[in-house]
């Protein structure tokens, strides 16, 4: 197995920053450093968020589908947001338990669908029946 070079902590901090809400910026950062990608930072307490995550919870679809064009790693809570509705059946019938699961920051992946707004309105309708 290669070893590849450690991306510094302030990177990986600024990138899923970033992807928050800054998608100019996201595109810069993942242009300089293509190892952002899947990178993850930890908050604090193992609230651990990738940039696609903090695009998530924040319904930045645009962030979200740049991140996934260049190859990140789709989650519930992005496909939640996203209005995927079968992946996020898909990911449930696996595992019931998960439409109980909290995303980054304790967000509850319902909230991530809410996020996504009219073409999530699926997604919400499907969790909402759960319960």
């Known amino acids: 197995?290669?070893?590849?070079?450690?991306?510094?902590?302030?990177?990986?901090?600024?990138?899923?920053?970033?992807?928050?809400?800054?998608?100019?910026?996201?595109?810069e950062l993942l242009d300089q450093e293509p190892g952002l990608l899947n990178a993850a930072w930890d908050w604090g307490g193992g609230d651990w968020e990738t940039a696609l995550g903090a695009?998530?919870?924040?319904?930045?679809?645009?962030?979200?589908?740049?991140?996934?064009?260049?190859?990140?790693?789709?989650?519930l809570f992005a496909a939640?947001?996203?209005?995927?509705?079968?992946i996020v059946r898909a990911l449930l019938a696996d595992n019931p338990a998960r439409k109980d699961a909290l995303g980054p920051h304790g967000i509850p992946l319902l909230v991530h669908a809410q996020a996504g707004g009219e073409e999530a309105s699926e997604v919400v309708n499907f969790l909402q029946q759960l319960g």
Do not use: S, Y
């Open 1 to 27: 197995m290669e070893t590849k070079p450690v991306i510094a902590a302030e990177q990986v901090k600024e990138f899923v920053g970033n992807a928050h809400g800054d998608l100019n910026r996201v595109r």
């Open 55 to 75: 695009a998530a919870h924040m319904g930045r679809r645009d962030i979200a589908l740049f991140l996934l064009e260049r190859g990140a790693r789709i989650d």
């Open 80 to 86: 939640a947001m996203l209005g995927k509705l079968e």
